[in-house]
């Protein structure tokens, strides 16, 4: 289990879905890229195979010892200080929306000392709509993975849930807690931080597009 509560074997075992190619086609070709909270690879190892170079960065060094390619930092996102700068940062795995007090705007203050001026930083937070139909007892297929939704809780805009994640013979109890926002919130978040929100990367409105406004 990483600190953050995400059990590695899950996040091995995890299909990679549709977020390599959503990066991959708001980034240039055969671009740098910054990965923070980088798991166990599942997102790592797609962009490299699609021509990325990956700094891959997380906390846990039992995620980190299943990266099997490009540079691996195991660290703190928040902490994070390189000498390097990248044409994209990705905070991926819904950290933007932590519950932690500070730390959705340290990992956001990390992505702008990272990115280059006219770069992008990718983030991926929990939809608010889908947060909203989240219902105990949902079942969905993800490749082999079964997953079942064995609590949601929405309240006050903090959303309490766990999953049941079935590979083979094997299963995983995934338990977080996540502060939504609102499409209006998130846009006051990332302008606060220093970002313009350029687009949305999917219909889903999960991933957007931000870019650094100077400090
Ligand atoms: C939900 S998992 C997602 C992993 C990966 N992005 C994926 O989609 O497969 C979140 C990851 O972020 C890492 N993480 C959480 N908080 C972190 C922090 N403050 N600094 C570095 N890594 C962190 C966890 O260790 C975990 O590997």
């Known amino acids: 289990m990483a600190p953050d509560g995400s059990p590695v074997g899950l996040y091995r075992a995890f299909p990679a879905g549709r977020e390599p190619r959503i990066i991959h086609e708001a980034a240039p070709a055969a671009a740098a890229i910054l990965e923070l909270g980088c798991g166990a690879g599942r997102i790592t190892h797609e962009l490299a195979a699609l021509g990325h170079h990956v700094v891959a960065v997380d906390q846990s060094a039992e995620m ?58 990718l983030v991926q937070r929990t939809s608010p709509t889908w947060a909203a139909a989240l219902k105990a007892g949902q079942t ?35 338990a977080w807690t996540d502060v939504v926002h609102s499409d209006e919130e998130f ?26 406004l100077p400090h």
């Open 187 to 212: 846009g006051k978040i990332v302008e606060a931080a220093g970002f313009a929100l350029a687009r949305w990367l999917d219909r889903n409105r999960e991933w957007a597009a931000l870019r650094p």
């Open 140 to 174: 969905v297929r993800s490749g082999p993975m079964v997953v079942t939704i064995t609590e949601a809780r929405l309240e006050a805009g903090v959303l309490r849930a766990a999953q049941e994640c079935r590979h083979g013979d094997t299963t995983w109890t995934h």
């Open 64 to 121: 980190l010892a299943h990266v099997r390619t490009g540079t691996r930092i195991h660290a703190d996102v928040e902490a994070l200080a390189l000498p390097d700068r990248f044409p994209v940062v990705v905070l991926g795995g819904y950290l933007v929306n932590t519950i932690v007090p500070g730390q959705r705007d340290a990992f956001l203050e990390t992505c702008h000392r990272h990115v280059t001026g006219d770069g992008l930083v």
